[in-house]
């Protein structure tokens, strides 16, 4: 296979798009697409590989594999020791042992359905994650375990490939690509995000340019010089401007397809630009240098329980090209052209050893373990089970009470993830009056149709509100939401003060009621809009706060919490009465609302309850409980 270094000048620009991002990303907001032009160059430049490969189907399979293995395997396993090492002094305990079940996903090669399940990428303490980048490596493997099966497959019956083998590819991508749109907008975008169904396309769009032969189109081989330059800016685009999610993958992706294609054997200043020996050259170590970054990104926010200094985060970005070059040099090239394919095996066994054997010594390396037991106690926030997934207006539902199927007097629970962090508590009630019903969450955005947090929010609640109006099935309608984001903007995107909210919701409510069905507001409650559970032992551990001082923040003043609220649960209950339930009861008495009590963490986050602490709202179970005993 010829050598392009344009590539690894493309390379180079992908991850280093990465590195922005991830150091910096109010910078390059878009540069964790850099991940989706790596996948669109591993699909071209793999089956390149495999077109070049010469033999019989198992001999051709072998010789694959034994590359892969001796490519991939000892950087990545020699980088997980190393961090395993460093970050025994960096995170409290319960963060170690999160980190080490990471640590066998990757590799398994299943992180990316870890972090999946276990979070996302967009939010939350995912930022505290130092394995979630492996992630993308998962989606990789995955790919070649099936994928080159078949090509090798092809050539060894049809001694070349074949039209047919063109088409399997574009049905492969094509479909994929279908499936990628529709799980979007039904499961959100971090099933879509981490899953390889919805990855193969971009693989498969590289797959099916490599399979083409520019030379035998001679017209569009006399366009190739400016259209590997149009192709390069479609890149930029979706990298540097802010539009849909989907719109900039989809410019990215393209982008890098067409450029590899038309850019074969051309010349002008783009092209010229990747060659370059800078450019090349960071495309050539671009991997290693994928591994050690996240973990010193994370390290750096996990220390300063915040954005780190300036400088210091441009060192962690000279300390991410240190350790890329060093692990190239010596690792990647001693294990891909010296060594022979068990000396790359033994290795990837000691270090599996040597990794896990750092859990026990890591168990006991740290005495300060003030408020350490929380982040076990929390509990995440409440997913949806993967197969209580299906489309309901702009959203993915889930059921509530899977397994219970009711059609009289189903309930249905609409807001966000403020009213999915609630489900736990329904599902337990709803089972035990043997009722069905569903959840309908619109995360980041409000269920109001008034005003809400982003344009899009608008379109998004009208079509899931329209919907619910004209389902006859679901006449119980409990609404939970976020209070507290103070900026919301009306429909012609002007800005809104945060005291109009109460008008939005009422209208909510009527137009709800207008069609007959009953309409049930749960309250706004105190949040500590920190993570106690994650911030609080950092916070210590590294003292940035005295014991006496981490100990005011597990509670708030009941006057604060009413000053702000007071209007609010007046109104409400005036409105709905006993469907008003009033969540703040069971987590507020006279003098505070609390955050912790008792020993027992109420917040998963700065802001959702979390679920394992629903058995402590004993008051809302019972007046819920009520309400479903009347619908029984």
């Not at 099916?208 to 390069?232: E, G, M, N, P, Q």
Request: aromatic share 18%.
């Amino acid at each position: 296979m010829t050598y392009r270094s344009e590539i690894d000048g493309l390379r180079a620009l992908a991850v280093c798009s990465v590195l922005i991002y991830h150091f910096f990303p109010n910078i390059l907001p878009n540069g964790y697409l850099g991940v989706d032009i790596f996948f669109v160059i591993s699909g071209y430049l793999i089956t390149q590989h495999l077109l070049g490969i010469k033999g019989n189907f198992i001999y051709t399979l072998k010789y694959f594999y034994e590359r892969r293995v001796k490519r991939l395997f000892p950087a990545l396993f020699v980088f997980l020791t190393i961090t395993a090492l460093g970050l025994i002094f960096i995170l409290i305990n319960s963060d170690y042992e999160n980190f080490i079940s990471s640590l066998l996903a990757t590799k398994t090669f299943w992180a990316n359905f870890y972090f999946w399940k276990d979070g996302g990428y967009f939010g939350g303490n995912d930022q505290l994650k130092p394995l979630l980048h492996t992630w993308s490596l998962s989606v990789e493997e995955q790919f070649y375990i099936f994928y080159p099966s078949f090509l090798f497959f092809s050539l060894w019956a049809k001694k070349r490939f074949s039209l047919s083998t063109i088409f399997f590819v574009g049905v492969l991508t094509i479909s994929s690509f279908f499936i990628w749109i529709i799980l979007y907008q039904i499961g959100g975008e971090n099933p879509a995000f981490f899953l390889l169904p919805t990855r193969i396309w971009q693989f498969g769009l590289g797959s099916f340019f490599a399979l083409l032969d520019l030379k035998k189109y001679s017209y569009l081989l006399r366009l190739s010089y400016i259209t590997s330059i149009v192709s390069f800016i479609l890149i930029l685009l979706g990298l540097l401007i802010k539009i849909d999610k989907q719109l900039q993958t989809l410019l990215v992706s393209f982008g890098t397809a067409l450029f590899i294609f038309f850019s074969l054997n051309k010349k002008n200043f783009v092209i010229f630009t990747l060659k370059s020996y800078l450019l090349t050259g960071v495309g050539k170590i671009s991997y290693s240098i994928y591994l050690y970054h996240w973990p010193i990104a994370v390290a750096l926010v996990y220390y300063y329980v915040s954005d780190p200094p300036l400088i210091v985060s441009l060192l962690g970005i000279f300390l991410s090209f240190l350790l890329g070059l060093l692990s190239y040099r010596f690792v990647e090239v001693p294990f891909r052209y010296r060594f022979n394919f068990k000396s790359s095996i033994m290795l990837i066994f000691t270090c599996v050893i040597i990794t896990f054997s750092l859990s026990k010594f890591q168990s006991n390396y740290n005495d300060k373990t003030y408020f350490d037991g929380w982040a076990k106690m929390t509990g995440t926030n409440y997913r949806c089970p993967i197969n209580s997934y299906f489309p309901y207006g702009f959203s993915r539902a889930c059921l509530l009470a899977e397994g219970v199927i009711n059609k009289k007097n189903k309930i249905l629970l609409l807001g966000n993830s403020h009213a999915q962090m609630y489900a736990p508590l329904f599902s337990e009630s709803l089972k035990e009056k043997g009722l069905g019903g569903i959840l309908l969450p619109l995360n980041n955005c409000l269920p109001t149709i008034t005003i809400n947090k982003d344009l899009s929010c608008f379109k998004y609640a009208m079509r899931n509100l329209q919907t619910i109006l004209d389902d006859q099935d679901y006449n119980h309608i409990f609404i939970s939401m976020t209070w507290y984001n103070h900026k919301y903007i009306d429909k012609n995107g002007n800005d809104v003060e945060s005291k109009f909210l109460i008008n939005s919701v009422i209208d909510l409510i009527n137009r709800i009621r207008s069609v007959g069905k009953t309409v049930y507001l749960i309250s706004p409650i105190a949040i500590p809009k920190e993570d106690l559970s994650s911030e609080l032992p950092r916070k210590l551990k590294f003292n940035w706060l005295t014991e006496d001082e981490a100990s005011k923040k597990l509670f708030v003043d009941r006057k604060k919490y009413d000053q702000e609220f007071k209007n609010f649960n007046l109104k409400f209950e005036e409105i709905l009465g006993q469907n008003y339930i009033k969540v703040f009861r069971d987590l507020c008495d006279l003098k505070n609302c609390y955050f912790v009590k008792n020993n027992i963490m109420y917040f998963s986050d700065a802001s959702h309850l979390s679920k394992n602490i629903m058995k402590e709202l004993v008051l809302s179970k019972r007046q819920i409980t009520n309400i479903l005993k009347a619908l029984e």
